[in-house]
């Protein structure tokens, strides 16, 4: 039991409190549950929220929305999938709240676009060994979970999220086939663990990715991408912290997507792991009605430095099945940016990126600063138009 564990004394935990928005929920419908089944992570993933009759014993969901789950519940797309904890940040009577746009299923879903796809990213023709994605030469991915703690709507992987979907790393042996590929290319440096969410796996079987990759001597840096601190963070346990310390350097990439997500809870999970010592990066889908504003972005890259984590990409959302209505224009993805770098923090400025589709990886957009250039300098543009002459 995580709270029986003694606590460092170097790191000063805020008091142990809540938000108000869960203590509310918690107070309406699971009253009879105690602190320590709540503040449980198992507690949480046994308890999520997957049908349509649990969901709306709590949500009013929309016609749409109900008939969007009767279809999905036939149709074997990606699942409705939400913990308790991140259900309490959902509001009960406006279909439009964002949060609940990003988790409960819509029959736009279910619109046909030429110009989606099933892998955008042509991930699985880049897949050399189930479980490994090589793509750039000195580093890979590493899909190590198909399942997710929450499942987003717009999810780039949603191929091989769910029950029975296997093209991430399920058995031992694929465990060993994707360490000996990795351990067979000297010119890999740097492993991004993904999935799926790799923080759903439990502590030993992390451990022993851990160990494995850490064993061979041409990795450099390890990377965790995990959408957990928003969506479980429960699961940041001061057991999974002490893991996880020991395989430093080991970053982590955190998605989040709204400002909403930026919780006592979640800052609570996102301290433990930055004072052990993790840098933290961010990721975030750039999505129509949902985040697609300068105030939005801003808002929410302020809450994640609050939370000491650094902006790193914000991405153009891929082109998968099911995703027009949360595609925006590329020119909203820059435009967004510009809006920030210069009026806030460079440290709050991601990079916009479109990871091209074929397989093409990530490439970076923003606005074109270079006004002219000729034998005699440059002519800039600065964030607020002037023109700056650099010889
Ligand atoms: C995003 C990604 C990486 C990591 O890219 P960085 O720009 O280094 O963060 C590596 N491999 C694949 C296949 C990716 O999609």
């Known amino acids: 039991m995580d709270s029986s564990e003694g606590q460092s004394a170097l790191v000063a935990e805020p008091p142990s409190k809540e938000s108000s928005k869960v203590t509310a929920f918690r107070y309406c419908y699971f009253q009879g549950i105690k602190d320590n089944q709540w503040n449980d992570w198992r507690w949480q993933l046994r308890n999520k929220f997957t049908t349509i009759g649990s969901i709306s014993s709590i949500i009013q969901l929309s016609d749409d929305e109900i008939l969007a789950m009767e279809d999905l519940s036939t149709s074997g797309r990606l699942a409705a999938n939400i913990t308790p904890y991140y ?13 609940r746009r990003t988790v409960i299923p819509s029959l736009e879903e279910f619109r046909n676009c030429k110009d989606e796809y099933e892998d955008p990213l042509h991930e699985d023709n880049d897949s050399p060994v189930p479980g490994i994605v090589h793509r750039y030469d000195d580093r890979v991915l590493m899909l190590v979970s198909g399942h997710c703690a929450s499942n987003c709507r717009y999810c780039t992987r949603s191929r091989l999220v769910g029950a029975h979907k296997i093209n991430h790393i399920a058995t031992e ?15 890999i440096r740097d492993v991004l663990i993904s999935g799926g969410d790799p923080l759903l796996l439990d502590n030993n079987a992390l451990k022993r990715i851990l160990e494995k990759l850490r064993a061979i001597e041409h990795i450099e840096i390890i990377r965790i991408g995990t959408k957990v601190p928003a969506v479980l963070p429960q699961r940041i346990t001061p057991n999974l912290v002490d893991i996880l310390k020991k395989f430093h350097p080991l970053f982590m990439s955190l998605h989040f997507t709204h400002p909403d997500e930026c919780t006592f809870e979640c800052a609570k999970a996102c301290s433990r792991l930055a004072d052990a010592g993790i840098p933290l990066g961010s990721q975030t889908v750039l999505l129509s009605g949902i985040n697609d504003s300068v105030k939005i972005m801003t808002s929410l890259m302020h809450k994640l430095l609050m939370m000491r984590v650094r902006p790193y990409y914000l991405y153009q959302c891929d082109p998968v099945f099911g995703t027009t209505h949360f595609r925006t224009p ?10 920030m770098r210069g009026f806030t923090s460079g440290y709050a400025v991601p990079t916009f990126v479109i990871d091209a589709p074929g397989g093409g990886g990530k490439i970076p957009l923003q606005q074109n600063y270079v006004v002219s250039s000729d034998r005699c300098g440059v002519e800039l543009k600065n964030f607020r138009g002037g023109i700056y002459h650099y010889p």
């Open 87 to 99: 259900l309490s940040l959902i509001s009960p009577d406006d279909a439009r709240q964002p949060l």
């Open 330 to 339: 590329i020119e909203k993805g820059i435009e967004i940016i510009a809006g």
């Open 173 to 187: 042996q694929q465990l060993i086939a994707a360490i000996n590929y990795i351990s067979g290319n000297c010119k």
